[in-house]
C-alpha cells in the first residue's frame, strides 16, 4: 500500500523552539507538499518541491523553511516557533502532471 | 489563495440518500479534483476530471464539470453513516498555478443511520 508518513501525529512544543515536522513518501513522486489546515480557512500551501534540493514558496513561507535532501524526505522547519503556528500540518506528495495528491495523516502541532 | 469554493458548507442526510455537493472555480484549469477527510485525518484523493470531460463516475461517487460556468458537482448516491467526512474541491492549472493545488473551503457531510 502505498503511502506518506509523517513522523508525528501529535506534537507540543515550546514558543522559540526549533521545530522539525518530517514526511516520507514511498511512491517516487516528484512533487512533495506541506500545507497547514486551520478552521475557517481551509488548506493553505507553505512549501512545495518539485524535485531534490529543489524549493518553492508556497502562500504562506513566513516563519517556515523546508529541506529535501532526498527524492522521498521533505522537512518542514519552524525556526522559532509562535503560538500562531499551533495548526494542523498535511504533506503531500504526487507525480508531475495531473494525478492526484497523496496525504499523510497529518501532525496535529500545539505551541504553547 | 482559495480558488475553489465549495456550496453548501454543510449538510446532514438520512443513510441511504444521495449527497450533492457544488464547487464553483474563478480561473481556467487543467483538471479538477475531490478529496475527502475524515475527522482529524489526512485528505484522501476521491476522483479527478479533467477539463475536456463533463462526467465521472467511480462507484457510488458521480462528479460533473462545467467549465463555462466554472464548477463542478459530486454526487454520492445510497449515502452510508461511513461517508460522513469533510469533501474537498481542488482545482489545478499546470501554468498559472505551476502544479500545485488550490483548495475549496470544503463540505461537511454527516450521514445520520
Known amino acids: 500500500d502505498v503511502k506518506v508518513t509523517q513522523s508525528s501525529r501529535y506534537l507540543v512544543k515550546r514558543t522559540g523552539e526549533k521545530v522539525f515536522l518530517e514526511c516520507v513518501q514511498d511512491?517516487?513522486?516528484?512533487?512533495m507538499f506541506w500545507y497547514r489546515q486551520d478552521p475557517g480557512l481551509g488548506l493553505r500551501l507553505i512549501y512545495f518541491?518539485?524535485?531534490?534540493?529543489?524549493?518553492e514558496k508556497g502562500d504562506i513561507p513566513e516563519g517556515y523553511s523546508v529541506s529535501r535532501e532526498k527524492k522521498e524526505r521533505f522537512s518542514l522547519i519552524l525556526e522559532s516557533a509562535s503560538t500562531n503556528q499551533t495548526s494542523m500540518y498535511l504533506c503531500?506528495?504526487?507525480?508531475?502532471?495531473?494525478?492526484?495528491?497523496?496525504f499523510g495523516s497529518g501532525t496535529r502541532l500545539t505551541v504553547v | 489563495s482559495q480558488q475553489g469554493e465549495e456550496d453548501p458548507q454543510a449538510l446532514s442526510i438520512q443513510e441511504g440518500e444521495n449527497a450533492t455537493m457544488n464547487c464553483s472555480y474563478k480561473t481556467s484549469i487543467n483538471n479538477l479534483q475531490w478529496y475527502r477527510q475524515n475527522s482529524g485525518r489526512g485528505l484522501v484523493h476521491l476522483i479527478l476530471?479533467?477539463?475536456?470531460?463533463r462526467e465521472k463516475h467511480s462507484g457510488r461517487l458521480r462528479v460533473t464539470l462545467d467549465t463555462s460556468k466554472k464548477s463542478s458537482s459530486l454526487l454520492i448516491t445510497a449515502s452510508r453513516a461511513a461517508d460522513t467526512a469533510s469533501y474537498f474541491c481542488?482545482?489545478?492549472?499546470?501554468?498559472?498555478?505551476?502544479?500545485?493545488?488550490?483548495f475549496g473551503q470544503g463540505t461537511e457531510l454527516s450521514v445520520k443511520p
Open positions: 503531500a506528495s504526487s507525480f508531475l502532471g495531473g494525478t492526484g495528491y497523496t
Open positions: 476530471i479533467r477539463s475536456n470531460e
Open positions: 481542488a482545482t489545478e492549472n499546470f501554468y498559472n498555478q505551476g502544479g500545485k493545488l488550490i
Open positions: 511512491m517516487d513522486h516528484e512533487n
Open positions: 518541491s518539485y524535485d531534490v534540493k529543489m524549493k
